[in-house]
């Protein structure tokens, strides 16, 4: 039990050192700015028709608990899903397949470092709490318990839930990459819309008793639940300014409480079923699973891993070279042409490696289906957005691949880091181009002007995003978690999150978001990814 407690303090140790984790937690403080707007600001994240609470202890502690607890399940999914391939990856995992550490102790580890890490983000979204209701003054005086009780009884089971499932999909084969990531982000939604159901089991994110503890106190203040609109949660533009009423917190029953304990049970268990099939870095067993003997000859088998010694190429002249080799190496010869031509080619076969065909009969299904859809509406609605989340995994790998593959201090030789980035971005354009070429096309054929015009600042949008997220986090899985959100509030009609021009005003132009609001956006993230690539060079 002690190693079991030691493992998961210094996996936690690690994890929060690591920049997406800092970039989640900065994301769930602006969360918390967010879910307690001003009186005047054009937003809510929780009301009732319209009225809101009070900014209280008990009622800005249970907004920003809810707020957190949707945000930090899908975010926070990303940050903590590579307990085990990390092990893998370094190393470490072939030293615990040594100890009498079990697999069902790994597990367990790795589920409570996860859950520790997302608790500490819980634990800043407390004090953002604290901060914000001293901020705003509507009620000065702090009540611990009030404030605290949401995070505990809401936030941290589904905290536990979400740790427990990230550990579950990296155990699952198909399941540990991106696939794993794309299919979270959708069952996330299922649960963060169907979990506020009241049939929902075990009454789902546990927002039911809520919703009646506040239309209990709108009753004893004299105002009409069922008169005032219904509940909402979620980021809501509002005309005006809420009405507001005070909200003293709610008493969870013990049929509540039971629940919470339950779905707390249940992630524990979904954290610890992979351990009747888990190989814990055993190489025989994962020789069988991934490597299969007779796939490997004799010769293979018995001969060293030693890799391939490497070819001197000596520079004689222009068009000639010399080969001195250090082994059975073929000649390396001088390739002729425009090297920022020769660069961008070879970004982009780095990109695209590995991608099967299905894929590209996606794409060309799509944009076959393209010429085809009336009205052309349909074909921005629907079909654009369709293109524009089919390579969602590829984009990801922009700005990442050099870290993930460990030849990042190779690249670090090369004399002009920017040309490597900026050929990296126009290998990730060029992708979101053909990806997106259906729809394009239908532009051009229809005369549409303003959609074209709004589907290229697109085009540079999406691998700008991709590539500035990438160089910063090192992992793909940050922009799987941040793109995602996105693009499904374009599919569901959030008109200021629209960077596509897929939804459409009552003239029939792009209504999103403006074309020099997405101009200066893809500017200022090709300088921040330029000024890193930059600074780690001179660093490094």
């Not at 994890?15 to 937003?43: M, Q, S």
């Not at 809420?242 to 954290?271: H, M, N, Q």
């Not at 490597?291 to 520079?315: C, G, M, T």
């Not at 997220?469 to 499904?488: E, V």
Request: charged share 15%; with cysteine.
């Amino acid at each position: 039990m002690r190693m079991l407690f030691r493992l998961a303090v210094a996996d936690f140790r690690d994890r929060v050192r690591r920049p997406a984790y800092a970039v989640i937690l900065f994301a769930a403080v602006g969360l918390g700015y967010l879910a307690t707007p001003a009186k005047e600001a054009g937003w809510v994240v929780m009301q009732v028709g319209d009225y809101r609470g009070t900014y209280n202890s008990a009622y800005i502690g249970m907004v920003i608990a809810l707020a957190g607890a949707v945000w930090l399940s899908l975010g926070g999914f990303y940050v903590v899903r590579n307990a085990i391939s990390r092990d893998e990856n370094t190393g470490v995992g072939r030293l615990l397949a040594a100890t009498p550490l079990s697999n069902v102790a790994y597990l367990a580890s790795k589920f409570l470092s996860s859950v520790l890490v997302l608790a500490s983000m819980l634990g800043v979204l407390a004090v953002t709490a604290v901060v914000m209701q001293l901020a705003r003054g509507e009620a000065t005086a702090v009540d611990p318990v009030g404030l605290l009780s949401p995070f505990a009884l809401i936030a941290l089971p589904l905290m536990a839930f979400t740790a427990a499932a990230a550990l579950l999909f990296e155990a699952i084969p198909f399941l540990r990459a991106g696939l794993g990531n794309v299919l979270w982000f959708f069952v996330w939604g299922f649960l963060a819309t169907g979990g506020q159901s009241p049939d929902a089991p075990l009454g789902g994110i546990g927002v039911h008793q809520v919703v009646q503890s506040l239309g209990d106190s709108m009753t004893a203040q004299g105002i009409d639940p069922s008169r005032a609109g219904e509940f909402s949660l979620g980021l809501t533009l509002v005309s005006e300014p809420l009405k507001t009423f005070d909200w003293a917190g709610f008493d969870p029953s013990s049929e509540y409480l039971l629940t919470r304990c339950v779905l707390i049970l249940i992630a524990l268990a979904l954290a610890l079923i992979p351990a009747l099939w888990f190989p814990r870095f055993d190489p025989a067993r994962g020789r069988e699973l991934h490597d299969p003997p007779s796939a490997r000859s004799a010769d293979d088998r018995e001969e060293s891993a030693l890799p391939p010694l490497p070819a001197v190429v000596i520079q004689e002249g222009p068009g000639s070279a010399r080969s001195d080799t250090l082994g059975n190496v073929p000649r390396t010869q001088v390739t002729l042409g425009n090297s920022a031509v020769r660069l961008l080619v070879g970004e982009v076969r780095v990109l695209l490696q590995g991608i099967p065909l299905w894929w590209w009969a996606g794409v060309l299904t799509l944009t076959v289906v393209s010429q085809m859809v009336t009205p052309a509406t349909g074909v921005t609605r629907i079909l654009l957005p369709l293109a524009w989340i089919w390579p969602v995994l590829i984009w990801s790998r922009l700005g990442t691949q050099r870290h993930e593959h460990g030849v990042e201090a190779l690249l670090g030789a090369y004399p002009a880091a920017r040309r490597r980035v900026l050929a990296e971005w126009g290998a990730g354009l060029l992708l979101t181009a053909v990806a997106g070429i259906g729809p394009a096309l239908r532009m051009v054929t229809g005369s549409d002007g303003p959609g074209l015009l709004h589907w290229f600042l697109g085009a540079l949008f999406i691998p700008s995003f991709a590539l500035v997220l990438g160089t910063l986090s090192r992992t793909h899985r940050l922009f799987q978690a941040a793109y995602l959100p996105l693009w499904y509030a374009t599919v569901n009609g959030i008109t200021p999150l629209d960077f596509m021009g897929a939804l459409r005003g009552p003239d029939g132009l792009p209504a999103g978001m403006p074309p020099a609001l997405l101009i200066g956006a893809t500017a200022a993230m090709l300088a921040t990814t330029f000024a890193t690539t930059v600074a780690r060079r001179a660093a490094g």
